[in-house]
């Protein structure tokens, strides 16, 4: 194995922008522990990798955080450290609030939030053997600026805006950099995946974002971090102005409804 190339922790890998960004940082040279819960997808996707054999493809259930934290550890064990983590595992919840379910709402919040966090944690330990450590922590533009059938989606992704604002000056002292990223919709599989109770028409996705975009963006937050970085600026500005001038914001929304839905 190469001793000096970057070591990365990956969530969520197994396809979308988990995949993207693990096939880009394995073309940059980057050693990966890739992790997800379909476990033939994540040993596939390694096996196409450059220099297969220096990667790793852990079956994880990131909701369960012993699971978790064995496997992070596994991976830290492995590597010697981490230098980067991605916490990019998430699930989508396309419902009114009239329709939502409580085990779901459960389900959502165990996988886009709780994960987060007891990833953060189990991987502490490795981060602060690292060289120049990173932490991407993959968000949403509704994470600062809810959208409508999308309150619970929309909820657990700004938690992690919330999430990676705290860590941002908890981890400053340790020489740990955390940034989150803010795509907007993107073409993944989450729309196909993800509950929608009263079957609501999922968004036109001709537009949408390639998960290659967002994979790019986790590689030049790694090489330069900054704290908060937004694929579509347009949403940076609606997420201030709902804070400044929220019925402005609402009206400049509902302008919107007629020509796009949220990732």
């Not at 852990?58 to 978790?68: G, H, M, N, P, R």
């Not at 922590?137 to 309150?151: D, I």
């Not at 968004?203 to 790019?216: E, F, K, S, T, Y």
Request: aromatic share 4%; charged share 25%; glycine share 6%.
């Amino acid at each position: 194995m190469s001793t000096t190339a970057r070591r990365a922790l990956v969530t969520g890998a197994s396809s979308g922008i988990g995949s993207a960004t693990a096939r880009l940082l394995a073309a940059e040279g980057y050693r990966l522990a890739l992790l997800a819960r379909r476990a033939e997808r994540l040993a596939e996707l390694a096996r196409e990798l450059p220099r297969s054999s220096e990667h790793l493809a852990l079956a994880c259930d990131v909701t369960d955080a012993a699971q978790l934290e064995r496997t992070v550890a596994r991976a830290g064990e492995a590597f010697g450290a981490i230098d980067l983590l991605v916490n990019n595992a998430g699930i989508g919840y396309r419902a009114r609030v009239e329709d939502l379910e409580a085990a779901a709402l459960e389900r959502l919040l165990a996988t886009n939030v709780s994960a987060v966090l007891m990833g953060c944690k189990a991987a502490l330990p490795w981060l602060k053997r690292g060289q120049r450590p990173v932490v991407v922590n993959v968000a949403s533009v509704v994470g600062r600026r809810g959208y409508p059938t999308q309150a619970a989606y929309a909820a657990s992704k700004a938690a992690v805006c919330s999430i990676g604002e705290s860590l941002r000056m908890e981890w400053r002292p340790l020489g740990i950099a955390v940034c989150t990223l803010n795509p907007t919709l993107t073409r993944t599989e989450i729309f196909a995946r993800q509950t929608n109770p009263a079957r609501l028409p999922d968004p036109d996705l001709g537009a949408a974002m390639d998960p290659a975009q967002v994979a790019r963006a986790v590689l030049e937050l790694d090489r330069r971090p900054e704290p908060e970085r937004f694929l579509a600026p347009k949403w940076r500005w609606l997420g201030a102005l709902s804070v400044l001038a929220p019925r402005l914001a609402d009206r400049a929304l509902a302008r919107r409804l007629g020509d796009s839905q949220q990732h």
